[in-house]
């Protein structure tokens, strides 16, 4: 199994993620998280595989984020926004 979390603060986003990961017997999603902190929380306290994250979090952006972790798992950015693309 590939454990997995969505930081994503769009309610919308978050379902569009979990219905593609449920088509997959493969991933587990074991938590969803609305921002940064809640994420460190989970990645502190749970064994994550693999993390979708958004770029564009309240309070901190999603590449910040990442940047600030020492060991972060795999990650999937999601962004509706075609400017971060190079990034």
């Known amino acids: 199994m ?4 969505i930081v994503e603060d769009e309610t919308l986003a978050q379902e569009v993620i979990k219905s593609h990961l449920q088509q997959v017997d493969r991933f587990e999603l074991v938590a969803t998280c609305r921002n940064a902190p809640e ?11 693999l993390m979708f994250l ?5 309070g901190m952006s999603g590449l910040q ?4 972790l020492p060991s972060p798992p795999l990650v999937i ?5 075609a400017e971060y693309a190079l990034e």
């Open 2 to 5: 590939i454990k997995c979390i």
């Open 39 to 49: 994420a460190l929380q989970a990645l502190t306290t749970m064994d994550v595989d």
């Open 54 to 58: 958004d770029i564009r979090l309240p």
């Open 65 to 68: 984020f990442l940047q600030s």
């Open 77 to 81: 950015i999601t962004t509706a926004y």
